[in-house]
């Protein structure tokens, strides 16, 4: 899966587990969490399979679940310490979910299971010949996408991606626009401070009652 597919499930299983667990939409800091941790795994190891050629596939310490299991404990730790309890469990999930989509994608797009490529570094996928970079990869899918949909001919998988990404908006409006929510309270509040310091410093100490 790509990044911002990974970005789209994370979010969805998060706002459906706090909207029935905690009964409420997530929040800014929830929300980021879980889209940040659900690409997590990719950029650890694609950069440094495709580009840096420390691992020999873009499946290894980041996708391992002996990794991310204890990972996502920590967080979960962490985050209580700090009061943010729930920011911790989303980005438990959102991190922990990218390894059963990856498992799960594979098999729908090629039929086959790789569940090594979870396991590392006690199984390893086969080592392929990226002949890539990471840069190279996102520009060949634009360029299949955007011939696709200049043709009107797009795939069943193409289609399922826009679904997705348009469901995923939908559910992110109902639940208030979390993040951007935040950044505009942050900056209306900015604004109506400076607002206030600029109207008492034009009153001056004299005006004062």
């Known amino acids: 899966m790509w990044p911002w597919e990974h970005a789209i499930v994370g979010y969805l299983v998060y706002s459906l587990v706090s909207r029935l667990y905690y009964r409420e939409s997530p929040d800014g800091p929830e929300a980021l969490a879980a889209v940040i941790a659900s690409v997590l795994p990719d950029v650890v190891d694609k950069p440094l399979a495709w580009e840096l050629e ?17 990972l996502g404990i920590a967080a979960g730790l962490l985050a209580r310490t700090v009061g943010r309890t729930r920011a911790g469990v989303a980005f438990a999930i959102g991190y922990l979910l990218h390894l059963p989509s990856d498992v799960l994608d594979g098999y729908l797009r090629g ?5 090594e ?7 390893r996928v ?4 990226q002949g890539q970079g990471l840069l190279d990869q996102f520009l060949q899918f634009f360029d299949r996408y955007r011939s696709e949909l200049l043709a009107g001919d797009l795939s069943t998988y193409r289609s399922v991606q826009i679904a997705l990404a348009i469901g995923a ?5 109902a639940d208030g626009a979390p993040v951007l929510r935040e950044c505009l309270v942050g900056v ?3 604004v109506l401070g400076r607002s206030g310091r600029s109207d008492r410093s034009k009153a001056g100490p004299g005006n004062r009652d």
């Open 188 to 190: 209306k509040r900015l």
């Open 54 to 70: 420390v691992f020999e596939t873009g499946y290894a310490l980041g996708h391992s679940i002996f990794f991310a299991v204890p």
């Open 126 to 129: 086969p080592t392929r010949n």
């Open 117 to 123: 490529i979870v396991l590392w570094p006690v199984a």
């Open 111 to 115: 039929g086959v299971l790789y569940p």
């Open 169 to 173: 908006a939908l559910v992110w409006l």
